[in-house]
């Protein structure tokens, strides 16, 4: 078949651009060789090259600026985010499958990573987790829903573990769900109150160092999330 052979040419010229960058040490922000110098450089033509950026812009690895040239892009979660976004609206709006399968990835992140800075937590990170639930509980009172703080939450608890890709990781799942439930007009948190207690009961387990209390917290956080969803996909069915 025609195209056969021409999907793993171009995967090939995709990889050797990567390649090239990683060879050369280029970071985010670099300017890359022109269309002609990867030319020659990889011996494929103008057409081939322009095909791999393209694909490659796709995934954040290059970006491609008309007019100015391409770059090394910032090789972020974009193109996750915006798959999976697409891979849940993609399924019957009344399957609450899609939004379960997001919040258990997610959940399952958490709990493991609750249990590595539980222990090592100081005072003052503490304080400033004790901070962000004073605020829900304030919000809570006035019945206002608080997702950036409720995100702010999530990346201050895990920041002392010094791992640029939890946020990243976890921030991508975060959107997806809040995402899906915006197109799907459904609400993505329970009340309020009852979301600022839930969080106030994970920094309550904190306190006292008790790891298992602070793990089951996170697990009920989300599992109170997930039942949310549930409900209102039965609604709606």
Same mark, same amino acid.
């Given at each position: 078949?025609?195209?056969?052979?021409?999907?793993?040419?171009?995967?090939?010229?995709?990889?050797?651009?990567?390649?090239?960058?990683?060879?050369?040490?280029?970071?985010?922000?670099?300017?890359?060789?022109? #269309?002609?110098?990867?030319?020659?450089?990889?011996? *494929?033509?103008?057409?081939?090259?322009? #095909?791999?950026?393209?694909?490659? %812009? =796709?995934?954040?690895?290059?970006?491609?600026?008309?007019?100015?040239?391409?770059?090394?892009? %910032?090789?972020?979660?974009?193109?996750?985010?915006?798959?999976?976004? !697409?891979?849940?609206?993609?399924?019957?709006?009344?399957?609450?499958?899609?939004? $379960?399968?997001?919040?258990?990835?997610? #959940?399952?992140?958490?709990?493991?990573?609750?249990? +590595?800075?539980?222990?090592?937590?100081?005072? $003052?990170?503490?304080?400033?987790?004790?901070?962000? *639930?004073?605020?829900?509980?304030?919000?809570?009172?006035?019945?206002?829903?608080?997702?950036?703080?409720?995100? %702010? !939450?999530?990346?201050?608890?895990?920041?002392?573990?010094?791992? =640029?890709?939890?946020? %990243?990781?976890?921030? =991508? !799942?975060?959107? *997806?769900?809040? +995402?899906?439930?915006? $197109?799907?007009?459904?609400?993505?948190?329970?009340?309020?109150?009852?979301?600022?207690?839930?969080?106030?009961?994970?920094?309550?387990?904190?306190?006292?160092?008790? *790891?298992?209390? $602070?793990?089951?917290?996170?697990?009920?956080? !989300?599992?109170?999330?997930?039942?949310?969803?549930?409900?209102?996909?039965?609604?709606?069915?």
């Amino acid at each position: 078949m025609p195209g056969m052979s021409e999907e793993p040419r171009n995967s090939r010229i995709q990889r050797q651009v990567m390649q090239l960058i990683l060879d050369r040490g280029l970071r985010a922000g670099a300017p890359l060789p022109t #269309e002609s110098e990867l030319m020659e450089d990889l011996g *494929v033509s103008r057409n081939s090259v322009r #095909e791999a950026l393209k694909a490659l %812009q =796709a995934l954040d690895i290059v970006d491609i600026r008309h007019g100015y040239g391409t770059y090394v892009g %910032q090789a972020s979660l974009t193109p996750l985010v915006d798959g999976l976004t !697409f891979r849940a609206l993609a399924r019957d709006d009344r399957d609450a499958g899609a939004l $379960a399968e997001i919040l258990q990835v997610r #959940e399952v992140l958490e709990e493991g990573l609750i249990r +590595r800075v539980a222990a090592t937590l100081t005072e $003052a990170e503490l304080d400033r987790l004790e901070g962000v *639930v004073v605020r829900m509980e304030a919000a809570g009172r006035a019945g206002r829903p608080f997702p950036e703080l409720d995100w %702010q !939450f999530h990346e201050l608890l895990y920041a002392s573990l010094g791992n =640029a890709l939890v946020p %990243q990781l976890l921030g =991508a !799942f975060w959107t *997806v769900f809040r +995402r899906v439930c915006g $197109a799907r007009g459904r609400p993505d948190d329970p009340s309020p109150g009852l979301t600022a207690r839930r969080h106030r009961d994970i920094v309550t387990a904190l306190r006292a160092r008790d *790891v298992e209390g $602070a793990q089951r917290a996170m697990a009920v956080h !989300f599992r109170g999330i997930e039942a949310r969803a549930v409900r209102e996909s039965r609604a709606l069915g």
